[in-house]
């Protein structure tokens, strides 16, 4: 059974463009995160949310929202795509505080 | 700012051959640490964490790694490699932070060859 799971795997489209990415996860955690992952695999937290609740909100530009229908998803929608949005990205969740997040197997992003 | 370094970007070495990936972070005050495992085309894994308690933490896959507070460091080892453990390497610190942030570092390459 897949813990994490992101739709779609690659995602390839042109800039101005708005598209979304979704997200499940079936370990019954309360806590779901997003990160990018630059070229270089470098990795930083963008949002997350308990209990469909935003908690953390990073330096991100507001063409990006995040929406969290209920605890197991939680979605990245991407306004005005850019050439710079072009990453991967990943969903992880955990049970809140400080445990193990398990991540998704991620978005590959292109923008064109 | 806080910051967390992965001081080597790309390791090769040869299987049998023991690896240290060194891991430094700036925060003074309580962290919790992680080391995560990327293999190719795969999602992220955990490998161990230290919360509290003895600095030498075992994970899994044979991999160890010691926090040293006074050095600030989350070194990982791993005495004898695999061509298996080709991937990529990241420590993340939690900065005390309750909601569970991660701030990653670098990441490094590591590829073993046979």
């Known amino acids: 059974d897949t813990a994490v799971s992101q739709t779609p795997k690659y995602l390839v489209t042109q800039m101005g463009n708005d598209k979304s990415i979704k997200c499940e996860q079936n370990?019954?955690?309360?806590?779901m995160y997003w990160y990018k992952q630059d070229s270089k695999k470098f990795l930083k937290i963008m949002f997350s949310y308990n209990n469909k609740e935003l908690i953390i909100n990073e330096t991100v530009p507001n063409r990006f929202s995040p929406k969290s229908p209920d605890k197991a998803h939680l979605n990245l929608h991407i306004n005005s795509l850019e050439l710079g949005d072009s990453a991967v990205y990943f969903c992880a969740s955990s049970h809140r505080g400080v445990y193990e997040q398990y991540f998704g197997p991620g978005t590959r992003l292109t923008v064109t | 700012a806080q910051s967390v370094s992965q001081h080597n970007h790309h390791v090769i070495l040869s299987e049998a051959a023991s690896l240290e990936l060194g891991c430094n972070y700036s925060y003074g005050g309580t962290v919790n640490l992680f080391w995560y495992v990327q293999y190719p085309g795969q999602h992220l894994q955990l490998l161990l964490k230290y919360f509290s308690g003895d600095p030498l933490v075992k994970g899994i896959k044979g991999f160890e790694a010691e926090f040293i507070k006074s050095k600030f460091s989350f070194n990982l080892r791993k005495p004898s490699v695999q061509w298996s453990d080709t991937a990529e390497y990241f420590c993340?610190?939690?900065?005390?932070?309750?909601?569970?942030?991660?701030?990653f570092g670098a990441g490094t390459q590591v590829v073993v060859t046979p």
């Open positions: 370990l019954g955690h309360d806590t």
């Open positions: 993340a610190v939690n900065h005390g932070d309750s909601w569970g942030k991660l701030q």
